[in-house]
């Protein structure tokens, strides 16, 4: 490339085709770099401050460009898609540039290069679509070339609206029509543009009975249409849809041209589908869209091309109104907003341009038909043989229940069971898109929420794959990864509902019923001071759920637990994540409940303890005072004055005994030394309550995870292998009870079990040397000011 910019005439536009090269590629070597290390790069010049007064370089304000884009990368995760910005992609940024450039030119070249850009580019655009005899008008915001054709059809309708302005709607009211699939916020981004109120626009629903669910009424609208003729209301415009923008189906354009010509209403066509007008082969539906009024292209995302305007082909006899309307200008910086795309259709070239669409339609075709061999998957497509766009989502009919894919409820069935079954299935698809979406980046996923289908997952090439290059190996990597993550949500699907019962069935656990969670499920343990009332956050509870936590991540399961709050609540709940294997279930609640009331217990057998001991040694502090005045009692006022008392106590010492007292942590009392001085040994008190366990313990083989159910009742083993293995762990059981009686036998002893006997002498030479004197034991003395 650089040899061609040597060629170049104008040293001004061979300098400014190396300066872009030189910022891309500084720009794209950092985002390389930043990928490959993923390592946090230095900031030096994110933080605002003074403007320099001598001012900075090129290699600077690019450096600062480079940071402020790849800076906070390694703070949050990377969510956005990165575009595969190729050397049609420079073009295209050069086209800002040349603009620019251009603007500086005399009045006369600038309208001369100006209007041979536009024509030429409306010319091609016509041409490539089979919109003939076309205008166009370029425009940065997508719905903005929709908003210059409703003033246009306003003008065209109500001929003195220049004169008498928003008089003439008042007398007889303009309505726009739109299907219920538009794209959301369109009808009021077009109110807002032009002033009217929000009765002015009429919402079409779609087909309930035959047909695409997707597709809007032709006979309801003409209905409408009566009835607003009726009314004393203008019928001005509608909005048909060739692709519409959640599921890619096309509405029946052929009889919609019919119904505006019938009433003399202007029809405007958008969609993803018209990109296929390009090709060699289109639909019949989508090339009825060639003998609209206007249509608004997105060519951009559809050629993978930065930074180039919408377009709106349109077809009107009149200039002086299309002026009016703001669809052709005077201005030659309006004209270039032509240049990027201009230069871009230049470099493509018609072949390259039909090749690009032609490679994404090849896409969703091959995803299309490779789903279509995959169980627990339906696609939601219009056309099976030319649909640029594949909606699909997964599905499972559970036993003795409808399939969770239906949403026309059943009378024999309760509203809630199927609210539950639909609940279930699109949180578990919002999950299959999301990690799909991170396995497969280059296949451009979008997850979405229909209103009759539900959660679904949308493939539309058209508008990712040129962007982000997508290839045949990314279809195929994205159906592999659809097939292996099945095993999972067929599992979990089967498991919620005996999960639900399970925990219904236990005493002491809450089943919650969230909707946007994946999982098994969510469970709360409802504690003994547990307000059911309260919404607010429980303090005593979250502790306890996240002890809970801590002891079910301990189990190294196949399990993930979560803890977050509850979903119409603040209180704290227990998430169980996805089951790829067959879960025990019971076993699971079972040691949910039973580890919620051990760290219950043992928090309360804490905070008693700590009431005991501190009453303890308030109970100590008062037996000591009192003992200390009977002492006074008893040695004499005398004795405590101190000359007097030394030498009274020298003449006629005092023998007191010495006493004490020890607290009993298991008893929770306080007990006199006298009994520790007397027999030299110290008491161990009551024997300590047993720990809570479960009802039941299982018996696991060894490798064997938690949760997991027994291999007993499975095809796999035969009876006689199954009668083994009961016999083996019967002679296990029998070996731990042995075991325990024998040490229940050596603790009354005095023994450990397998303890050796020691020789009577040896017995007593270890007792004079181990022995504790009586100060060694725990006391509770005089305080040093009342002796």
């Known amino acids: 490339m650089d040899a061609s910019l040597e060629k170049i005439a104008d040293p001004t536009l061979a300098e400014m085709g190396k300066n872009l090269k030189e910022a891309m590629k500084m720009l794209e070597d950092s985002q390389r770099r930043t990928e490959e290390e993923n390592k946090k790069m230095l900031i030096s010049g994110d933080i605002p401050g003074p403007l320099q007064g ?61 209007t041979r850009i536009l024509s030429d580019t409306t010319l091609w655009l016509c041409r490539i679509f089979r919109y003939e005899n076309g205008c166009a008008y370029f425009h940065e915001e997508e719905r903005e070339g929709l908003a210059k054709i ?36 369109l009808g009021q981004y077009l109110c807002n543009q032009l002033g009217l109120p929000f009765p002015c626009l009429c919402r079409v629903p779609c087909n309930t009975m035959f047909g695409s669910q997707h597709q809007m009424d032709v006979a309801f609208l003409e209905k409408l249409i009566k009835d607003d003729t009726e009314r004393g209301r203008l019928p001005l415009l509608l909005v048909a849809n060739a692709g519409t923008a959640a599921v890619g189906h096309t509405d029946k354009i052929g009889r919609l041209k019919e119904l505006c010509e019938k009433y003399g209403m202007w029809l405007h066509v958008e969609g993803v589908n018209l990109a296929t007008l390009a090709l060699g082969y289109v639909s019949s539906s989508v090339l009825a869209a060639t003998k609209c009024d206007s249509m608004t292209l997105t060519p951009g995302p559809w050629l993978g091309l930065p930074a180039v305007p919408a377009v709106t082909l349109y077809k009107h006899d009149d200039p002086a109104l299309t002026l009016v309307a703001g669809l052709t200008s005077n201005k030659p910086a309006d004209k270039l907003r032509a240049l990027p795309l201009w230069l871009s259709l230049q470099y493509l070239g018609l072949d390259g341009i039909v090749e690009r669409i032609k490679h994404a339609c090849q896409l969703s075709q091959r995803l299309q038909e490779s789903l279509k061999k995959v169980n627990h998957i339906k696609i939601l497509v219009e056309d099976e043989l030319s649909s640029p766009v594949v909606v699909f989502r997964f599905f499972q009919e559970l036993p003795g229940t409808n399939p969770v894919l239906k949403a026309v409820p059943v009378p024999n069935m309760a509203p809630s069971v199927v609210g539950r079954e639909r609940h279930s299935c699109d949180a578990l698809n919002r999950w299959l898109g999301e990690q799909l979406k991170q396995l497969v980046p280059a296949s451009g996923l979008t997850v979405m929420d229909l209103e009759v289908e539900g959660m679904c997952v949308r493939f539309s090439p ?85 002890g809970l936590l801590k002891k079910l991540n301990e189990l190294e399961s196949d399990l993930t637990f979560k803890m977050g709050p509850e979903y119409k609540s603040m209180k704290s709940c227990i998430y169980i994540g996805m089951a790829s294997d067959d879960v025990d279930i019971s076993e699971l609640v079972e040691t949910i409940a039973v580890t919620a009331r051990e760290i219950e217990e043992n928090s309360r057998l804490l905070e008693n303890m700590t009431e005991v001991v501190r009453k303890g040694i308030q109970e100590a502090q008062v037996q000591l005072q009192k003992a200390n005045e009977e002492r006074l009692l008893e040695e004499g006022v005398l004795r405590q004055i101190p000359v007097v008392g030394s030498v009274l106590n020298w003449f006629s010492p005092v023998q007191s005994s010495r006493k004490g007292r020890t607290f009993n942590l298991t008893a929770g009392s306080l007990e006199s030394t006298e009994h520790t001085y007397v027999s030299k040994v110290q008491g161990t008190g009551v024997t300590p309550p047993p720990t809570p366990s479960g009802t039941r313990t299982r018996q696991r083989l060894p490798g064997q995870k938690p ?61 004079q040397d181990g022995a504790q004197r009586p100060d060694d034991f725990p006391q509770v003395e005089e305080p040093e000011s009342l002796r």
């Open 462 to 546: 058209l508008m990712t794959a040129a962007v982000l290059g997508t290839q045949g190996e990314d279809v195929d990597q994205l159906v592999a990864c659809i097939k292996s993550k099945l095993p999972v949500l067929t599992c979990t699907l089967q498991l919620r509902e005996e999960f639900k019962q399970e925990v219904e069935g236990t005493e002491g656990l809450l089943y919650v019923d969230d909707p946007n969670w994946p999982g098994i499920g969510v469970v709360r343990y409802e504690h003994a001071n547990d307000d059911k009332s309260c919404l607010k956050s429980d303090p005593e509870g979250e502790k306890i759920h996240a």
């Open 707 to 767: 949760f997991k159910r027994s291999l007993r009742g499975s095809d796999a083993f035969s009876e006689t292998s199954s009668v083994s293995h009961i016999e083996d762990l019967e002679k296990m059981e029998q070996l731990s009870s042995g075991l325990e009686q024998d040490t229940l036998e050596a603790g009354s002893t005095g023994q450990h079990p397998g303890d050796a006997t020691l020789p009577e002498a040896d017995q007593t030479e270890a007792l």
């Open 150 to 185: 409703c003033r246009l059809a306003i003008h065209s309708r109500y001929e003195d609206f220049v004169v008498d302005g928003f008089n003439v709607l008042y007398n007889k009211k303009p309505v726009i029509y739109l299907s219920a699939a538009a794209r959301p916020g």
């Open 54 to 114: 001598s001012g900075q370089d090129m290699v600077s304000i690019l450096q600062l460009v480079q940071n402020l884009i790849h800076g906070d990368e390694d703070e949050e995760p990377q969510s956005c898609r990165i575009q595969n910005i190729g050397e049609q992609g420079h073009i295209a940024l050069l086209g800002h540039s040349l603009g620019a450039y251009i603007s500086t030119l005399d009045k006369e070249k600038l309208r001369k290069l100006t």
